[in-house]
């Protein structure tokens, strides 16, 4: 069993940067992995970022590439998203999900076991 809690989100302008956090507790290995989806209403989820707890080897999506940047606090069990220059296009709802053993395949939400509720991003032009 594992809990993730997204926090962060919020409105913000066109340009602008946001944080966003997820807390993750529960049964969680070293070797479970970490990722960052977004979904627009009427659109399909997409593949932002994600990392494993066990290595500092980030992978990013085309959605936001250079303007996102993915970290983890293993201590913690804290996963962070840092947002800049965001466009309207970016509004969507960001899920943060956890992959239990996943070595491979970080890109596709159907290798994910747990997700949080979500956290809305709006960006306003």
């Known amino acids: 069993q594992v809990r993730l809690v997204e926090s962060g989100g919020g409105l913000v302008q066109a340009g602008g940067s946001l944080g966003l956090s997820c807390a993750v507790s529960g049964r969680t290995s070293a070797d479970d992995a970490v990722g960052w989806f977004r979904q627009a209403p009427g659109k399909e989820r997409e593949f932002v970022a994600a990392i494993r707890w066990s290595s500092d080897s980030p992978w990013y999506g085309d959605s936001m590439k250079g303007r996102s940047t993915i970290a983890r606090d293993y201590d913690k069990n804290t996963v962070f998203l840092q947002m800049s220059s965001l466009k309207p296009e970016d509004t969507a709802v960001y899920y943060c999900?956890?992959?239990?053993?996943?070595?491979?395949?970080?890109?596709?939400?159907?290798?994910?076991?747990?997700w949080g509720q979500g956290t809305q991003v709006t960006v306003s032009s």
């Open positions: 999900a956890t992959g239990l053993n996943l070595d491979y395949g970080l890109q596709y939400d159907r290798n994910y076991d747990y």
